[in-house]
């Protein structure tokens, strides 16, 4: 293992993505509908709840990202929660040069972007603020619609693998 290292050293990018692997994060869909009216999508890892009130969410796109680009003039997205079943959803999210939603059933959300029929929760958001941080932007919604479709346990990712939750109380 490599040893530990503090900030006044160098930071080694293996070891940031293997340290930060250690932490859990759920799997969320980023969709919104393009200029040319297609749907387009990416599979995220850094969903997030910022504020209740007003009510903020936040991701962080890479700014390689080429579907991100195509999120923003949109103005507007939904972040769709995946189940545990739905890992094939979300290689396909993060796959480049497919249709990502040749198999994927779908509806507009307020906003017009897609509310995936099989994520678990939906939370329909207008774009807020946008943030450079640096290889990556802070994207921030403002929530105006949200719910719920099943009850089921979330997919989490965790050390480069996939899996799912089960509550221990
Ligand atoms: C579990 C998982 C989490 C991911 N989290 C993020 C993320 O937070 N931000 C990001 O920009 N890309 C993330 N990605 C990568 C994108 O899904 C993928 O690179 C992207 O959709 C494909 O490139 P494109 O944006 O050019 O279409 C993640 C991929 C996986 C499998």
Redo the contacts with the bound molecule.
């Keep these: 293992m490599t040893p530990e290292q503090t900030a006044d050293q160098a930071i080694d990018p293996a070891w940031f993505r293997r340290v930060l692997g250690q932490h859990p ?1 759920g ?1 969320t869909v980023i969709t919104a509908v393009g200029t040319d009216g297609q749907p387009v999508g ?5 969903f997030t709840s910022v504020s209740l009130h007003p009510p903020l969410v936040a ?4 700014q ?5 680009p195509k999120i923003q003039p949109a103005g507007s997205f939904c972040a769709n929660v995946l189940g545990a079943d739905h890992e094939w959803i ?2 396909l ?4 040069g497919i249709d990502r939603f040749a198999e994927i059933a779908w509806r507009p959300a307020g906003s017009g972007a897609p509310i995936i029929d099989a994520a678990v929760a939906w939370i329909d958001c207008d774009l807020a603020a946008v943030q450079e941080a640096g290889d ?1 932007f802070i994207v921030t919604g403002r929530v105006r619609a949200l719910g719920i479709t099943s009850e089921g346990p979330p997919l989490v ?1 965790h050390r480069g693998a996939y899996g799912s939750f089960t509550p221990l109380s």
């Excluded at 990416?42 to 850094?46: E, H, T, Y």
């Excluded at 390689?64 to 991100?68: H, L, P």
């Design positions: 994060t799997v990416m599979a995220v890892g850094s991701f962080f796109p890479d390689a990202s080429t579907t991100w979300c290689r999210f993060a796959t480049k990556h990712f």
